[in-house]
């Protein structure tokens, strides 16, 4: 029912700044909780931000406060996440989600493909 890709992903030195864009397609598209999480090699996904649909109200995880925003445009089906002063630790593969629960269990139904985001030290 929605298809989700992800764009923006690269190579950044640390303190650099990227900003990934999710385009979702599909009926309700507009009307669906948004979500970013990522994923490092060997290590299980976790949660990064999410939007609500209905005020646009956002939660993060506590290590990007301050560094990363989600936002949305409705009109263009399309999710953001803009990340500044990048951290090694923030390199993981990022994926765009949909149809979910602001607070875990989060339980996202659709799923992007993923983007890597490789932060240098």
């Known amino acids: 029912q929605v298809r989700l890709v992800e764009s923006g992903g690269g190579l950044v030195q640390a303190g650099g700044s990227l900003r990934l864009s999710c385009a979702a397609s599909?009926?309700?598209?507009?009307?669906?909780?948004m979500g970013w999480f990522r994923q490092a090699p060997g290590k299980e996904r976790e949660f990064v931000a999410v939007i609500d649909w209905i005020a646009y109200s956002t939660i993060y995880t506590d290590p990007v406060k301050g560094r990363f925003t989600i936002s949305r445009d409705n009109a263009k089906n399309t999710v953001y996440l803009q990340m500044n002063s990048l951290k090694p630790e923030d390199t993981a593969v990022y994926y765009c989600a949909a149809d979910g629960r602001l607070t875990r269990p989060y339980n996202f139904n659709y799923w992007g493909q993923g983007t890597q985001v490789t932060v240098s030290s």
């Open positions: 599909g009926r309700t598209s507009s009307s669906l909780n």
